[in-house]
C-alpha cells in the first residue's frame, strides 16, 4: 500500500457486505480524522478537512445507536476530545502522533499507584507528598548518574577497592624483592647462604609438642610427648 487512500479502499472494500453502510461510513471518516490529525504539517486546508472528517463521524455514528450499540447515547471522553483537536492545534501546533495513552500511563504513575500507597481517608495530600518525593528521587539518581556514583553496586565497589588494595601490596613486596635482591662479593647469593644455615636442627629452648590421638572401640587411648629441639 503505497498511499492512505489505497489503505482505506481496502478497508471498504473488506467491510462491504457485512456491516451496514453507515458503520462503514463511521469507520472511514474517523480513519480521516486520525489520518489529518497525525500529519507532521497542518494548513487551514488541512483543519477544514479535519472539521469535514469530524462532522461526517458525528453523522454516521448515529448508526450505533440505533443498533443498540450505544442505546443510551455517546459520552466517550476520547470522541469528546476530537471536538477539541482544531482550537488546540492552532494554540500549541501539530500533535505530531501523540496519543491519549501517554496521559494514561502518567495518570497510573500520579493518580493510580499514590492512590494505593495512601491510607484511602484524605488521600489528596498524601497523594501529592508521594508525588513531590518521587520527582526529588528521580531527580537524585539524574544527578548521581551524572556524577558517576550509581555505576555498579556497593559490593562491586568493594570488590574493586580490594583488588586495588592487593595489587598495591603486591607492587610493594616486589619493590621490596629488588632492592634486597643483591650478590655477595664472591658471586654467590646471600639469601641462599642463609637457607642453607636453616637447615638442620636451631639453637633455642626445647619445644615440646603433644599429639593426640583419637579414641577408638577396644583399644586405649595414646597420649605421646615429644620433646627435643627444633
Known amino acids: 500500500m503505497n ?20 458503520v462503514t461510513k463511521a469507520l472511514t471518516a474517523f480513519l480521516d ?19 469535514s472528517a469530524l462532522g461526517r463521524f458525528h453523522h454516521h455514528r448515529k448508526i450505533f445507536q440505533e443498533a443498540g450499540v450505544r442505546p443510551t447515547g455517546f459520552s466517550l471522553p476520547r470522541q469528546h476530545s476530537l471536538t477539541h483537536y482544531h482550537y488546540h492545534i492552532k494554540k500549541f501546533g501539530t500533535p505530531n502522533g501523540l496519543s491519549s495513552s501517554i ?3 502518567k495518570h497510573i504513575t500520579a493518580v493510580k499507584k499514590p492512590w494505593r500507597q495512601s491510607c484511602r481517608y484524605e488521600a489528596l495530600g498524601q ?30 565497589e568493594a ?32 639469601d641462599a647462604d642463609e637457607d642453607e644455615d636453616r637447615t638442620g636442627p636451631v639453637n633455642g629452648p626445647p619445644a615440646l609438642s603433644e599429639v593426640t590421638l583419637a579414641q577408638k572401640r577396644g583399644k586405649h587411648h595414646l597420649l605421646f610427648h615429644i620433646s627435643g629441639r627444633f
Open 3 to 22: 498511499s492512505y487512500s489505497e489503505f482505506k479502499q481496502v478497508f471498504v472494500t473488506a467491510l462491504e457486505g457485512f456491516v451496514p453502510i453507515d
Open 33 to 51: 480524522f486520525c489520518y489529518i490529525a497525525r500529519q507532521d504539517v497542518l494548513t487551514n486546508d488541512s483543519l477544514d478537512a479535519l472539521d
Open 103 to 105: 496521559t494514561e500511563s
Open 127 to 156: 497523594m501529592l507528598t508521594i508525588n513531590t518525593r518521587n520527582d526529588k528521587l528521580a531527580a537524585a539518581r539524574i544527578d548521581f548518574l551524572s556524577r558517576g556514583m550509581l555505576n555498579g553496586t556497593c559490593l562491586s
Open 159 to 190: 570488590l574493586n577497592k580490594l583488588q586495588n588494595t592487593l595489587e598495591d601490596i603486591e607492587d610493594n613486596n616486589a619493590s621490596t624483592e629488588d632492592d634486597s635482591d643483591f650478590s655477595s662479593e664472591d658471586g654467590q647469593d646471600l
